[in-house]
Structure formats: structure tokens, C-alpha cells
């Protein structure tokens, strides 16, 4: 099993910005892949951004390309997500997840608040 808390969600106006962390725990050999998900209110969930643990490889979804930068530190089992020039459209609650293998991710954390204000 793998434990995920994400931290780093809040207020802010738009433009700003904020940064989300995930900290691993638990079996934590067994990740493959880890990313971030957002669902907003009446919406679906969204693929926001995932990084490969092993080699780094980032891929981003269409609202994150160019403002959101996926990192991780495999040494502290951490994946961060910097998130810059916040807009209104934004707002959502952000989880982390991991997978172990290409396609389905099995682990998810809680979800953090993030809302900005126009």
C-alpha cells in the first residue's frame, strides 16, 4: 500500500501563484508514476500532470501546459506542483495520486482546496 497527503492548497487572487506538495508513504518501490488530478464543483475529474519516478519524464493536460511545473524528489518520496498565473477557472480540489503500472492510478490522497478569485 501506498499513503498520499497532499499539502499546499488555499485562497488566492487570480494571477498568483501557489505550490502543492505530495508526500509519499508506505511502499513507496512500487511507483511507477505519480500525478495530479482536479475536480471542480458539478465537473468531472482532470488530468492535470503526472512525472515518471524513476527517470522524470512530465506530461501535462491542456489547462496546466505553460503555467503548472510537476516536479519530484525521489529522496523524500515528494511530488510537487508549482502552479503559476492562477485563474478563477482553476479552482478545484487538486489530488495527488500514484500507480504502479502504466494506466490505472491506485492510490490517491485526500485532495487539497485550491480556489482563486477573480
Known amino acids: 500500500q501506498v499513503q498520499l497527503v497532499e499539502s499546499g492548497g488555499g485562497l488566492v487572487q487570480a494571477g498568483d501563484s501557489l505550490r502543492l506538495s505530495c508526500v509519499a508513504s508506505?511502499?513507496?518501490?512500487?511507483?511507477?508514476?505519480m500525478g495530479w488530478f482536479r475536480q471542480a464543483p458539478g465537473k468531472e475529474r482532470e488530468f492535470v500532470s503526472r512525472?515518471?519516478?524513476?527517470?522524470?519524464?512530465?506530461y501535462y493536460g491542456d489547462s496546466a501546459k505553460g503555467r503548472f511545473t510537476i516536479s519530484r524528489d525521489s529522496a523524500k518520496n515528494t511530488v510537487s506542483l508549482q502552479m503559476n498565473s492562477l485563474k478563477p477557472e482553476d479552482t478545484a480540489v487538486y489530488y495527488c495520486?500514484?500507480?504502479?503500472?502504466?494506466?490505472?492510478?491506485?492510490?490517491w490522497g485526500q485532495g487539497t482546496q485550491v480556489t482563486v478569485s477573480s
Open positions: 508506505g511502499r513507496t518501490s512500487s511507483i511507477n508514476a
Open positions: 495520486a500514484a500507480r504502479k503500472t502504466i494506466g490505472v492510478y491506485q492510490y
Open positions: 512525472i515518471t519516478w524513476t527517470d522524470g519524464i512530465t
